[in-house]
């Protein structure tokens, strides 16, 4: 069983930064795809990131491409997301998810086993 714990979210202005982790608990960490999703109350889990194994493969959605960065240190069992020039929009509690699991992009939720409780993230004008 693999634990996700995030932290990092939190209020910002529009405009701003801020820097999401997830910490693992599991030490074969480098074989898990990591992704991160986001959700707002009565909206679909979307997708916004993810990272490969070995973090040497990233994809976005295409709301966040040039805003967004996905990184991941498997020495540490962390993933970071870089949030900048963020939008209202952008509000939502966002997600770490883990799959070992080889699939080319998951992008789909149900492609990962297991999630973290999620960090809130409010954009404020």
């Known amino acids: 069983q693999v634990q996700l714990v995030e932290s990092g979210g939190g209020l910002v202005q529009a405009g701003g930064s801020l820097r999401l982790s997830c910490a693992a608990s599991?030490?074969?960490?480098?074989?898990?795809?990591m992704g991160w999703f986001r959700q707002n109350p009565g909206k679909e889990r979307e997708f916004v990131a993810l990272?490969?194994?070995?973090?040497?493969?990233?994809y976005y959605a295409d709301f966040v491409k040039g805003r967004f960065s996905i990184s991941r240190d498997n020495t540490k069992n962390t993933v970071i997301l870089q949030m900048n020039s963020l939008k209202l929009e952008d509000t939502a509690v966002y997600y770490c998810?883990?799959?070992?699991?080889?699939?080319?992009?998951?992008?789909?939720?149900?492609?990962?086993?297991?999630w973290g409780r999620g960090t809130q993230v409010t954009v404020s004008s």
């Open positions: 998810a883990a799959t070992s699991v080889w699939r080319a992009t998951p992008i789909v939720g149900s492609e990962y086993d297991y």
């Open positions: 599991e030490r074969t960490f480098n074989y898990y795809t």
């Open positions: 990272i490969s194994g070995s973090g040497g493969r990233t």
